[in-house]
């Protein structure tokens, strides 16, 4: 287990979870401005772009690096307000791993993608990316704000995806909605619809309880109920799925949000 250190003493810890030698995220230096829940209708993130160096000024080809990594601290501005996100600098460094990884092995699925922040980083990035979400608005404000992207309304319960035809599918703390029993239905499809060797990138709130929100960023009235998971049963299910986990990242509860987890994982070649 190797313990990372992000902003303000905001700590992760990398749970590995594969064979020494294999491609893992590496430690953190910065991340993207977006925060660990679905962001309000009409909302608007925005995304830096990534720092290519450790705390030792050289980024590493490969692995994880342990120890202390300087960062900035992320703000998401909302609704004329901004709000400093500690989870920031934990987050980026993952994407752009991802985004590393699966690179070249074909298209690219953001499921929950709300106004697109990450869709539109990942297509700077290069990729083949698109994202899809269940509320109109979302994609009405995602084709606002990225219209290089392709946006299209649909829930994940729901999506037409062929065998073996993506490289990568995220679900960037957008998966935390579906019923307990529902959620393994959908890894299975990511499964089935991701080549050998693409990988699903997921974030989500740690914990046993499922709990009823009322509120979002900004006092917007909202109603959806998160349902919450340890770290060990979203393992399971993934691998149930059968993908292979390759890589977890434990985030520390701050003063926004309680604890969460981001799981990387392949399907076997």
């Not at 996100?85 to 499921?111: H, K």
């Not at 700077?124 to 109109?136: H, Y």
Request: hydrophobic share 40%; glycine share 14%; proline share 8%.
């Amino acid at each position: 287990m190797f313990v990372l250190e992000g902003v303000d003493g905001c700590r992760g810890e990398w749970v590995c979870l594969v064979a020494q030698g294999s491609r893992l995220p590496q430690c953190p230096a910065a991340a993207p401005e977006v925060g660990p829940g679905p962001a309000e209708e009409g909302g608007e993130l925005t995304m830096s772009s990534p720092r290519q160096t450790t705390a030792s000024g050289a980024r590493p080809s490969g692995g994880v690096v342990p120890g202390r990594q300087s960062a900035a601290h992320g703000t998401s501005t909302r609704f004329g307000g901004s709000r400093q996100l500690s989870w920031a600098a934990l987050c980026r460094e993952e994407i752009d791993a991802f985004a590393d990884t699966v690179g070249g092995l074909g298209p690219v699925l953001d499921v929950g993608c709300g106004p697109g922040t990450v869709t539109g980083y990942l297509a700077e990035r290069g990729l083949d990316v698109s994202g899809v979400d269940l509320s109109p608005r979302m994609i009405e404000n995602a084709r606002r704000l990225h219209p290089q992207c392709r946006f299209s309304v649909a829930s994940a319960t729901e999506l037409d995806l062929a065998e073996a035809s993506l490289g990568g599918v995220l679900g960037w703390w957008s998966l935390f909605n579906l019923p307990r029993h529902v959620l393994p239905q959908v890894l299975a499809h990511f499964a089935y619809a991701l080549k050998p060797g693409g990988h699903l990138i997921a974030g989500t709130h740690v914990g046993d309880e499922d709990v009823t929100r009322t509120e979002a960023y900004g006092g917007v009235p909202v109603r959806w109920t998160t349902h919450k998971w340890r770290p060990e049963q979203l393992v399971d299910l993934i691998e149930q799925a059968g993908l292979q986990p390759v890589a977890d990242l434990r985030l520390p509860a701050d003063e926004w949000s309680g604890p969460g987890v981001i799981i990387m994982a392949k399907r076997p070649a």
